[in-house]
């Protein structure tokens, strides 16, 4: 059982470069989320997608996009990158959003030059 | 908006000791979950324990334990023989129910002395 997985786990962008997180659940969740960690900060949400079909923005959402493609995918896209973007991105899911456990992926480092 | 504070940002225990760590929020809802996740070098988010606003009983999983006070906006995590495994940084995190809101406090890094 996979649980969230990540891709990719590292990646290095010039400033002004576009790139695609990509996240993928296989426990048939409803909601997903993305976060990014700043060094010694906690995380803080980008966006989230309570079901299929639906995002909202979360706390900083400036400077990304995100298409719930399917229930089992979520995806995070940055434009032109900056380099205040460089940070650990995590990909979550939860059953429903807001009750329960939130299952993370791995991370995925990201840094913009 | 809700606020999640750790005001501890280390902490250290010898092994085999209790270690208490602590947490206070803001929010003005009342239906909401509560928890603690443990970051190892890793980076990989782990769950250690969570407490759903509406029950009054303090969570509890083998070591862990919470001290949920909701009046206060108060839950702090007690570790109880610590162990060497246990050294991570620990997030506090506040989830509101059937909403997407979610606020992590900038966290607590645990040392474990041998």
């Known amino acids: 059982n996979a649980g969230v997985t990540q891709t990719p786990k590292f990646q290095v962008l010039k400033t002004g470069q576009s790139m695609t997180l990509q996240c993928a659940q296989d426990?048939?969740?409803?909601?997903m989320y993305w976060y990014r960690q700043d060094p010694g900060m906690g995380l803080r949400l980008i966006y989230y997608s309570a079901s299929e079909g639906t995002t909202d923005k979360g706390e900083v959402p400036n400077g990304y996009n995100v298409s719930r493609l399917n229930k089992r995918e979520f995806s995070l896209r940055l434009e032109s990158a900056a380099p205040s973007q460089t940070s650990v991105y995590f990909c979550a899911s939860t059953w429903t959003s807001g009750v329960g456990e939130l299952f993370f992926g791995e991370g995925s480092r990201l840094t913009v030059l | 908006a809700q606020t999640v504070t750790q005001s501890q940002p280390e902490m250290s225990v010898q092994e085999a000791e209790t270690v208490t760590l602590s947490c206070t929020y803001d929010?003005?809802?009342?239906?909401?979950?509560l928890f603690w996740y443990k970051q190892p070098p890793s980076r990989q988010m782990i769950l250690v324990i969570r407490q759903e606003a509406y029950k009054q009983q303090n969570a509890t999983e083998n070591r862990f334990s919470v001290n949920f006070q909701k009046a206060a906006k108060s839950f702090s995590l007690k570790i109880s023989d610590s162990q060497l495994g246990d050294a991570a940084m620990y997030f506090c995190?506040?989830?509101?129910?059937?909403?997407?809101?979610?606020?992590f406090g900038d966290g607590t890094t645990l040392t474990v002395k041998p």
């Open positions: 995190a506040y989830i509101l129910t059937n909403a997407g809101k979610s606020t």
């Open positions: 426990m048939n969740h409803n909601s």
């Open positions: 929010t003005s809802e009342s239906d909401y979950y």
